[in-house]
């Protein structure tokens, strides 16, 4: 099977890229023929920069054309988008349907129906935009705190709702998890079109190494930023004797350095894949305190396959990941009491805290390996393949 990935990536690398590069090299390891259709965010600079490719949000003439001439000089067998804003935009969909090649997109966010991409405001959840007018964004300023540019980006979801891209240009979705899935569908995405299949990562054990039997200390890997719950978990560690590794950077890293010094706390910064391996060989329990709707959260697999339980919000796709009391505990979101408390219990219970532990590590062997991913990526490529032989898409949403 030929396959195309499509995909537009951060200036700032972030999840969304990682897992694209991880799934491309799956593919190219089992031998698929794979080309690489990608553009970047780093020329987007000035405002004529960011007015252009404001204006084109909705539809670009020129990625269309651009992928067209690819997908006949390549002809893959299937196009699988992983990210496709700000610049390419879903115009690369009616490439695709003119080629009559199928279409396989990635929802690793909620951009598709929310501005911010998160199902957020004023650091609290909202899902307004997803049954009501997608321009409830602009008042307030729900893009990167901006009039403008919530605008656009509503208008972009509201223009793709009303011509039903989502209906008819796309064989088959990707949702990360079943609770994410329900929002989209809840949007207004077709439910027979949405597969779930989670992410993956490399078993950091499989070259023969044993898994670590003595742990202390607990971990928090992720950005220091609003939704990501960071000042929930530093002050629900207020007065525990107990040590807390953070790391990881964002716009609130200096901030949270200088309102909660403590010696049980050391904040990392920024660390390597190869040092958060060997933080969390060495940790008893990852935090997760996010309070937002997660979209899946790959520290949650990574923490499973080193043998890790994991205290989460209960709260969308962590809460589905993480069984409470089998595979971690729950807490309710941005609760400083109750997060304290199921800290203090996993303290407390080493050995309960390790045969958690055990149990995430299975969790991982079942549902999140390389091999297990790759059936799954395989049956939905083939199942977009069959469904455009079968009946072929509508052009219902041309441009």
Not at 176 to 188: D, N, Q
Not at 218 to 247: H, N, T
Request: charged share 25%.
């Amino acid at each position: 099977m030929k396959v195309l990935f499509c995909h537009n990536t951060y200036q700032h690398k972030g999840g969304e890229d990682q897992v694209c590069d991880k799934e491309r090299a799956l593919l190219t390891q089992q031998g698929h023929s794979l080309y690489y259709h990608v553009r970047s965010n780093d020329h987007i600079h000035s405002f004529k920069d960011k007015l252009v490719t404001s204006l084109q949000l909705n539809y670009s003439e020129t990625e269309k054309t651009a992928l067209t001439q690819v997908l006949k000089q390549e002809l893959p067998d299937v196009v699988q988008v992983h990210n496709f804003f700000p610049v390419l935009t879903p115009a690369i969909y009616d490439a695709c349907l003119e080629q009559n090649i199928p279409v396989v997109q990635t929802l690793h966010n909620y951009r598709t129906i929310c501005a911010s991409a998160l199902l957020m405001r004023d650091g609290a959840l909202c899902e307004t935009c997803i049954s009501g007018s997608p321009y409830h964004a602009v008042l307030h300023k729900c893009y990167r705190d901006s009039f403008a540019g919530s605008f656009f980006v509503a208008r972009m979801v509201a223009y793709h709702r009303q011509h039903k891209t989502w209906k008819t240009k796309v064989n088959r979705f990707i949702a990360l998890t079943e609770f994410a899935k329900s929002k989209f569908v809840e949007a207004g995405f077709p439910e027979d079109k949405i597969r779930v299949k989670p992410n993956f990562i490399e078993d950091p054990f499989k070259e023969g190494g044993m898994l670590p039997m003595k742990r202390d200390g607990a971990l928090f890997v992720g950005r220091f930023s609003q939704e990501k719950g960071i000042d929930v978990l530093l002050k629900a560690w207020d007065g525990l004797d107990y040590p807390l590794a953070l790391a990881g950077d964002g716009p609130l890293f200096e901030q949270c350095v200088a309102d909660f010094d403590s010696k049980s706390i050391d904040f990392l910064g920024l660390q390597t894949s190869e040092q958060v391996h060997g933080l969390m060989s060495e940790a008893r329990f990852l935090v997760m305190p996010s309070i937002w709707h997660e979209t899946f959260g790959m520290v949650l697999i990574e923490a499973f396959a080193h043998g890790m339980p994991v205290i989460c919000s209960r709260l969308g796709g962590m809460a589905e990941i993480v069984t409470d009391k089998v595979t971690g505990l729950h807490f309710e979101a941005g609760n400083v009491t109750e997060l304290n408390d199921k800290i203090q219990w996993m303290i407390a219970h080493p050995e309960e805290c390790a045969e958690m532990g055990r149990a995430a590590r299975a969790e991982y062997l079942t549902k999140y390996t390389p091999e297990i991913n790759y059936q799954q990526l395989m049956a939905i490529y083939q199942e977009a393949i069959d469904s455009k032989h079968a009946a072929p898409i509508e052009d219902e949403a041309s441009s």
